[in-house]
């Protein structure tokens, strides 16, 4: 009655059972030799029992299974040769079990002990290895397959191995596997080549993903796909979109995924009018529909700048999920909405929609100077209720948050408490004491990071130059600079240019300055000459500073600035007729000098001000106070300096 006991004991002691059991057609028989009841399931049952078990999560379960079919069915037998195939489905169904329970010494267990195996054993070893990112392992038992013979790897086993083949650190890999494909001669198979095409690419070699793609004699919408997809990973974004148009002119039709990879080759060259026109072939195929599709319609529209487009097609959305909510936050954080943005995140919060850390990194994003600090600090405590405080991405806008909103404790308390950091991380609190103006901190903070073992990346040097710049330290930054070229290997951006410019201004070095644009390998663009005349400001040079001011006009004649600061510059050397003229000539050209903003947080509540402004709820109570304080200040000996007044024009154009 031994079977008949074990099958009332999992039924006792895994009430699941019955639930697992029920699909199947169970069947006790008499066993002629022992006269006693016997449990029968067909190998195909047993597959599924494991498949479920795995799917469930039930590892005790499944490794009952797993010694109830050694010692109860007949099919299972090892010395059965008849049954010898049905067996090899059970074995490679545990394998799977396992692998999928994560046990791995139970797994090599298992597949030592196996007393036949054949290729799908093999394919779940070497890829199981692989996905788990152990790669000496999985190398080794490809190495034992191999030395058994070729003709134990199949188009299967090419294709499986292939999809584990996903990352850089296992190019070489897959270029050996290529090699076998060829010698086996599966290079043209279809299914084989559409793997390698994908593998090659996520390994990021995309060079030899297009050579296999133009090699291959036929192409299916998976294989365009592919490497349209595969071209976008690698940010090629203008190849993807050029292959795409080329696909739409042949035989093969694009499928949902080609669209979708087409938008994000949209999104990565902000080409605005071909994402509309992929928009409206979407819209005839009925196909904008897509929860996906839809998604990367967001991103496309708000990463081209239009958040109009993106905003109508998030509000005519028939389903919407935590990705579509992330990109029309970030849509309204990255393109100047920051109000309507941290107001969304509010709106959210209230309708009790399930925030990710995505949404909660993205709002962070948004804060400033401007932002009330009361509300971050509300948001802190909504990441601690979610439990979001070991997200190195939510603690890294945490630090921002608070470095940007004036609290440089915070900044360094949440700094301090985080267990994993990344370079994002140590970029954001050396920006964070370089934005207070804390130099040696920063500096100190970026050798602790080196010896840390985290590369600088070029965010790292721009808060090191920033650094320098405002406290005069020339020769670090400009140390800073080379080891960033020389040492790091990485090319400056205009903002690093316009930063050592600006640096070497503030210490007075104009001419130095100067001769830095010239020597540029790269055109200078308008933040490096709004550096230098910013400086020629700071120290009244006005030969320099209408240098510079003429490169600007040029090149942003709509801007106000290189008018403001030249007038600031004749003004300061009491040049009033110059100053009239660059004053007249700056309205003649119906240029506006943008107004600014001061703001101040009392209650939790921000109130923000202008020059003359009256719009103030308590604007006569302010006004009276600051009338009290300023003839307290003219009693004290203060006199004002209205060298830098721009705001009278009438009287400045009668000079």
């Not at 309507?340 to 949404?359: R, S, T, Y």
């Not at 804390?438 to 130059?465: C, I, N, Q, W």
């Not at 106070?625 to 203060?638: F, Q, T, V």
Request: glycine share 8%; proline share 3%.
């Amino acid at each position: 009655m031994k079977s008949k006991w074990v099958f009332q004991k999992l039924n006792t002691h895994f009430p699941v059972w019955s639930s697992l059991i029920s699909p199947f057609e169970t069947k006790i028989i008499q066993d002629p030799v022992s006269n006693t009841p016997k449990l029968v399931l067909n190998h195909v049952d047993i597959s599924h029992l494991l498949s479920i078990c795995a799917r469930e999560g039930q590892l005790h379960l499944g490794s009952s299974l797993h010694a109830s079919f050694i010692k109860n069915f007949e099919s299972f037998d090892p010395q059965n040769l008849a049954n010898a195939p049905n067996a090899s489905v059970i074995w490679n169904s545990l394998l799977s079990f396992y692998w999928k329970c994560g046990k791995m010494t139970d797994i090599v267990k298992l597949f030592d002990d196996m007393p036949r195996r054949d290729t799908v054993s093999w394919n779940t070893m070497i890829s199981g290895f692989l996905r788990k990112g152990d790669i000496g392992m999985g190398f080794e038992f490809f190495k034992r397959c191999i030395e058994l013979g070729f003709y134990r790897l199949d188009q299967a086993s090419f294709t499986t191995i292939f999809s584990a083949c996903d990352s850089p650190e296992l190019g070489f890999f897959n270029e050996m596997i290529h090699g076998l494909v060829v010698l086996s001669g599966y290079e043209q198979e279809l299914t084989v080549g559409n793997a390698l095409i994908t593998s090659y690419f996520k390994c990021g070699s995309f060079s030899s993903g297009k050579q296999v793609f133009g090699e291959m004699s036929e192409r299916n919408v998976i294989t365009w796909t592919a490497v349209i997809s595969g071209l976008v990973q690698n940010q090629l974004y203008g190849e993807s979109l050029k292959l795409f148009a080329n696909m739409r002119h042949g035989l093969v039709y694009p499928n949902s995924l080609t669209y979708l990879s087409s938008l994000m080759a949209c999104s990565g060259l902000q080409a605005l009018c071909e994402g509309r026109q992929i928009h409206g072939i979407l819209w005839k195929l009925g196909m904008q529909l897509d929860l996906c599709i839809e998604s990367a319609l967001m991103d496309m529209y708000s990463k081209c700048g239009s958040m109009e487009d993106a905003w109508r097609v998030f509000v005519l959305a028939e389903e919407l999920d935590e990705v579509s909510m992330t990109v029309i936050l970030v849509g309204l954080a990255q393109n100047g909405f920051e109000e309507e943005a941290i107001q969304f995140f509010v709106e959210l919060v209230k309708a009790g929609i399930e925030i990710d850390p995505n949404m909660v990194s993205a709002v962070l994003g948004v804060f400033g100077v401007e932002t009330s600090l009361g509300l971050g600090k509300q948001i802190h405590s909504l990441i601690i209720k979610r439990d979001f405080t070991s997200n190195a991405f939510v603690n890294n806008g945490l630090i921002n948050m608070y470095s940007k909103c004036g609290d440089l404790k915070d900044s360094i308390k949440v700094f301090g408490r985080m267990s994993q950091r990344n370079s994002i991380s140590w970029n954001s609190m050396i920006a964070a004491f370089a934005r207070h103006g804390d130099v040696s901190r920063a500096l100190h903070l970026y050798e602790e990071m080196k010896l840390e073992g985290v590369e600088p990346t070029d965010v790292t040097f721009l808060s090191l130059l920033h650094a320098c710049s405002h406290v005069g330290l020339v020769n670090k930054g400009m140390e800073f600079l080379k080891s960033m070229t020389e040492v790091h290997r990485i090319n400056p951006r205009a903002e690093h240019y316009a930063c050592v410019v600006d640096m070497l201004g503030r210490a007075g070095l104009l001419n130095e300055a100067r001769s830095f644009i010239e020597g540029m390998p790269v055109k200078p663009d308008v933040q490096v000459w709004q550096a230098l005349l910013g400086a020629c400001s700071i120290h009244g040079d006005s030969e320099m500073g209408k240098f510079a001011a003429d490169q600007l006009y040029f090149a942003e004649p709509e801007s106000p600035s290189p008018y403001i600061l030249m007038a600031n510059i004749y003004s300061c050397k009491g040049r009033w007729k110059e100053r009239a003229k660059t004053i007249k000539r700056m309205k003649e050209m119906g240029v506006d000098k943008e107004t600014g903003i001061s703001w101040i947080e009392i209650e939790k509540e921000v109130h923000s001000f202008v020059v003359d402004d009256r719009m103030h709820p308590q604007a006569d109570t302010v006004y009276g106070i600051l009338s009290e304080l300023l003839r307290l200040m003219i009693d004290e000996g203060y006199v004002p300096d209205k060298r830098f007044i721009l705001h009278y024009f009438d009287q400045d154009e009668k000079v």
